[in-house]
T-cell receptor, first 112, second 114 residues
Framework: GEDVEQSLFLSVREGDSSVINCTYT??????LYWYKQEPGAGLQLLTY?????DMKQDQRLTVLLNKKDKHLSLRIADTQTGDSAIYFC????????????FGKGTSLLVTP | EAQVTQNPRYLITVTGKKLTVTCSQN?????MSWYRQDPGLGLRQIYY???????DKGDVPEGYKVSRKEKRNFPLILESPSPNQTSLYFC?????????????FGPGTRLTVL
């Protein structure tokens, strides 16, 4: 499918907020997702947002959705060194079944 | 504990030697899928299964086969592996129900084909 775009790297200092951005492709997507992948591990579904929402907050995580621009962001408040990981955004697609289209991932490095 | 297990976790093999990577989930999810993860390419779906005996191709199915004879298992079969199938493979299960989306990924299988 078409590419879901993310910036490749982000570095922040511990305690600051991190904002990871994503541009998706399918305006018909019902759900949009954020995943976290720690080194040597599988993906963990962090949060997702339904397409009729603009914002979703879950503890330190805030997801913003701009459907007009097909832009999704993940804000991590009070970023900790344990948040260092690769973050993937994904869209569900209307192709068939429950197929997901992933971005290439943003490596977040949190420095002390 | 809800989990997706994969075996083996690491495998080094040679071109042409058939191999199977097993995947099992204990959540009774109907939907399962296989992805490969390659540097600079992110995750790409290989095959998926909506239910027992129902499978379909994802974005990169060439060189792979799957089967879904029972709900909990979804093995990935490489009949004649080639070096371009060297990759990190993830199995996943998923359930979408009443607006709730539950997904679990396995820990990954790192495959090297020489």
């Amino acid at each position: 499918g078409e590419d879901v775009e993310q910036s490749l790297f982000l570095s922040v200092r511990e305690g600051d907020s991190s904002v990871i951005n994503c541009t998706y492709t399918d305006s018909s997507s019902t759900y949009l997702y954020w995943y976290k992948q720690e080194p040597g591990a599988g993906l963990q579904l962090l949060t997702y947002i339904f397409s009729n929402m603009d914002m979703k907050q879950d503890q330190r995580l805030t997801v913003l959705l701009n459907k007009k621009d097909k832009h999704l962001s993940l804000r991590i408040a009070d970023t900790q060194t344990g948040d260092s990981a690769i973050y993937f955004c994904a869209e569900d697609t209307t192709n068939s079944g429950y197929a997901l289209n992933f971005g290439k991932g943003t490596s977040l490095l949190v420095t002390p | 504990e809800a989990q997706v297990t994969q075996n083996p976790r690491y495998l080094i093999t040679v071109t042409g030697k058939k191999l199977t990577v097993t995947c099992s989930q204990n959540m009774n999810h109907e939907y399962m899928s296989w992805y490969r993860q390659d540097p600079g390419l992110g995750l790409r779906q290989i095959y998926y299964s909506m239910n027992v005996e129902v499978t379909d191709k994802g974005d990169v199915p060439e060189g792979y086969k799957v089967s879904r004879k029972e709900k909990r298992n979804f093995p990935l079969i490489l009949e004649s592996p080639s070096p371009n199938q060297t990759s990190l493979y993830f199995c996943a299960s998923r359930k979408v129900d009443a607006g709730t989306d539950t997904q679990y990924f396995g820990p990954g299988t790192r495959l090297t084909v020489l």
